[in-house]
């Protein structure tokens, strides 16, 4: 952390950014059967890793364009 103006807002930013990316590769893995699941439960998972990870990233866009 640091004390310039929007410098935090813009590390929260990046942080979001990273967890959305990683999330999404969750959802690719449970979307290409990689994970030990049954279908529907990897269906599910894919689904709901990829809002997630969307709106993870959605977030990071907005902390990272916010400026002070």
């Known amino acids: 952390m640091t004390d310039a103006p929007g410098a935090n807002a813009r590390l929260v930013?990046?942080?979001?950014?990273?967890?959305?990316?990683?999330?999404?590769?969750?959802?690719l893995a449970a979307w290409m059967r990689w994970l030990?699941?049954?279908?529907?439960?990897?269906?599910?998972?894919?689904?709901?890793?990829?809002?997630?990870?969307a709106l993870d990233l959605v977030l990071a866009f907005f902390f990272m364009s916010r400026t002070n």
Do not use: C, E, Q, R
């Open 36 to 53: 030990p699941y049954a279908d529907g439960t990897l269906n599910t998972l894919a689904k709901a890793f990829a809002v997630v990870g």
């Open 13 to 27: 930013g990046k942080l979001l950014a990273l967890s959305g990316l990683v999330i999404l590769a969750m959802a």
